[in-house]
């Protein structure tokens, strides 16, 4: 199988601090990871591009300082919304792939609420 | 770049009715394709796929999606429907060059009543 894991699953912060999730890849090394954010009945919108041992690449309009991203390990990638405010509120949710060009495996999610 | 559409937001069906889910892309390229399912609250789970070869694909669960390349479209169907097939139901393409860049539609919220 291919299962991705992120944590946590929920997390509600007060405005101004800083949260991290996690996306482990846990039966496979995951040479990609990628990061999303979906707003309430809406569709995913890629945030950014993770490489193992490089700086992250990210889409258009995301703020680089804003959303920090590190994938530090083949398991392992982390997003951390830095000063967060309540309009950082919504769904992250990571995938990985175990080679450039296959198919894309998603974790379950992350419910960030900014009060 | 590529995009797609889905063409329907909510798809309201009885149980054991059959289903089926339009999605619609766009792409100078060649394509691959995906449907993929989201229960409350949780990731994506991938139904199924098109990447080459038979334009009929099945995929988990009782799906299967037919990929047409005249009318750019690949719409998921079910001959009968549960009432655990109540999701958000996502179609999603990417270019056969750069897999890693996956378009979302919109979603479908299909809802299965009793």
């Known amino acids: 199988g291919a299962v991705v894991s992120q944590h946590p699953s929920r997390v509600i912060c007060k405005s101004g601090t800083s949260v991290k999730i996690e996306c482990r890849s846990l039966?496979?090394?995951?040479?990609?990871m990628f990061w999303y954010r979906q707003f309430p009945k809406q569709s995913l919108m890629l945030m950014a591009t993770s490489n193992e041992g490089s700086k992250a690449t990210y889409e258009q309009g995301v703020e680089k300082d804003k959303f920090l991203i590190n994938h530090a390990s083949l398991t392992l990638s982390t997003l951390t919304v830095t000063s967060a405010h309540p309009e950082d509120s919504s769904f992250y949710i990571c995938s990985a792939v175990k080679r450039v060009q296959e198919t894309q495996y998603f974790g379950p999610g992350t419910r960030l609420l900014v009060l | 770049a590529q995009s797609v559409t889905q063409l329907d937001s909510q798809v309201p069906v009885f149980e054991e009715a059959p289903v089926e889910l339009r999605c619609n892309y766009s792409s100078s390229v060649s394509v691959y394709l995906f449907w993929y399912v989201q229960y409350p609250n949780q990731g994506l789970q991938l139904l199924l796929k098109?990447?080459?070869?038979?334009?009929l694909v099945k995929g988990i669960n009782g799906f299967e999606a037919e990929f047409n390349k005249s009318q750019t479209s690949f719409h998921l169907r079910k001959p009968s429907v549960h009432i655990s097939d109540t999701a958000e139901y996502f179609c999603a393409v990417s270019d056969v060059y750069n897999n890693n860049d996956m378009r979302f539609g919109a979603g479908t919220r299909l809802t299965v009543k009793p």
């Open positions: 039966d496979f090394q995951a040479t990609t």
């Open positions: 098109y990447l080459s070869g038979s334009t």
